[in-house]
């Protein structure tokens, strides 16, 4: 009887700790909730990529300004340098589209074109209006290039205001460039008494001179049968608008420009009398 109900005790002892456990579980599967869930639910299939749609065409770039269209002038000229090797100034003179002429005369800070005192007498013999061009080298002493370029030119010889070709950005920063060349420019707006005209490009000018040299006039190339303008309303006086152009008397080709809108031969004269006239 005794040993009877030592078993039925530890049966029900068993039983009872049997069913504490599964309490003890139950109540952690509770606690843990969707934690449980979601170790041991089934994964679910990838979600399938819809077909790409076909190309569309991006809108077209508006751009931040209009561009400022221009007007052609029939008054011409062309400008050389040794690169035109001997030119017949004769022959020159009978085109009638030929009706001013640029010369190159320096560039950087020692180089002198081998042709420019013969093209400058050949010129004025034949009563072509002239004046000359600097190349400007961006990477060059300021003041170098114009000891070399007043060491040539006498202002008294040329009829037309001078120009500074710049298309060459050079090393450094963007502000050094810019102030660099105002520094040249100025240097020759003393030697000439009047602001020189800048030549560049057109890219060129959007990229290192927007918005910096606006008081000047510009001699712009653009190879091109329309030139539309510049994206700022910046004064342009001349349109180079072909390099392989034909002259009689010059061997092979060579640039040719023309004015643009209102402005004629009379809008790039020195003013008389010219600073330095002997």
């Given amino acids: 009887m005794n040993i009877g109900h030592q078993k039925m005790c530890r049966a029900s002892l068993l039983l009872l700790l049997f069913s504490t ?3 003890v579980v139950s109540l952690a599967d509770n606690k843990k909730g969707k934690q449980i869930e979601q170790m041991f639910a089934l994964p679910e299939p990838d979600v399938l990529m819809p077909a790409p749609e076909p190309d569309r065409p991006l809108p077209q770039v508006q ?5 400022i269209r221009h007007t052609v002038n029939q008054q011409q000229g062309i400008d050389v340098s040794h690169y035109q090797g001997r030119i017949d100034w004769d022959e020159v003179s009978r085109d009638k589209n030929v009706q001013f002429v640029y010369l190159k005369a320096t560039e950087g800070s020692d180089l002198v074109d081998d042709c420019y005192l013969r093209n400058l007498y050949g010129a004025k013999r034949v009563g072509i209006p002239v004046g000359v061009y600097h190349f400007y080298r961006p990477n060059v002493n300021v003041q170098w290039q114009l000891r070399n370029f007043s060491a040539i030119v006498e202002p008294w010889q040329h009829d037309l205001i001078p120009i ?7 090393k450094g920063s963007l502000s050094q460039f810019q102030g660099r060349l105002k520094a040249f420019l100025d240097g020759v707006e003393r030697i000439y008494g009047v602001k020189p005209i800048i030549y560049t490009g057109v890219n060129f000018y959007a990229a290192y001179l927007e918005g910096k040299f606006t008081q000047y006039r510009f001699m712009v190339a653009r190879y091109a049968d329309e030139f539309p303008g510049l994206s700022e309303d910046v004064p342009i006086v001349l349109w180079q608008y072909t390099s ?10 060579v640039d040719r420009s023309v004015f643009l809108d209102r402005y004629t031969v009379a809008d790039i004269m020195l003013p008389s009398p010219v600073s330095g006239k002997k």
């Fill in 21 to 23: 456990v599964v309490a």
């Fill in 164 to 170: 500074v070709d710049v298309e060459k950005r050079g």
């Fill in 63 to 67: 751009e931040l300004r209009p561009l």
């Fill in 244 to 253: 392989k152009g034909q002259v009689d008397g010059i061997n092979g080709h």
